[in-house]
């Protein structure tokens, strides 16, 4: 199983990332697919998910209205759109995928350093 982020880097306030994760090894359509975010110090925080079956999305106050998570189950892929950036969106964020039936399988990518400075 592998999860691997790209699309992190620097960036000012109030511009835009795109980040996405590329999942192979498991049947990528029937998991939950989940971005947290962590800072040196603190929980891992979930920013948003998207759930297999319908495409519900949530998402943490903090970003809404800012942040978009979309999957492309054709390419194994999640995004997230992130807009109107802001330096406390600073931080490694990492992809997650969750499967919840008889068993719990979860999956972790590696994280992508996000920084937003001026």
């Known amino acids: 199983v592998h999860l691997v982020e790209s699309g992190g880097g620097l960036v000012q306030p109030g511009g835009s990332l795109r980040l996405s994760c590329e999942a192979s090894g498991f049947t990528f359509s029937t998991y939950d697919m989940n971005w947290y975010r962590q800072v040196p110090g603190k929980e891992r925080e979930l920013v948003a998910g998207?759930?297999?079956?319908?495409?519900?999305?949530h998402y943490a106050t903090s970003v809404k209205g800012r942040f978009t998570i979309s999957r492309d189950n054709a390419k194994n892929t999640v995004y997230l759109q992130m807009t109107s950036l802001k330096p406390e969106d600073t931080a490694i964020y990492y992809c997650?995928?969750?499967?919840?039936?008889?068993?719990?399988?979860?999956?972790w990518g590696q994280g992508t350093q996000v920084t937003v400075s001026s």
């Open positions: 998207m759930i297999s079956a319908g495409g519900s999305t």
């Open positions: 997650n995928a969750l499967s919840v039936t008889t068993t719990i399988m979860d999956y």
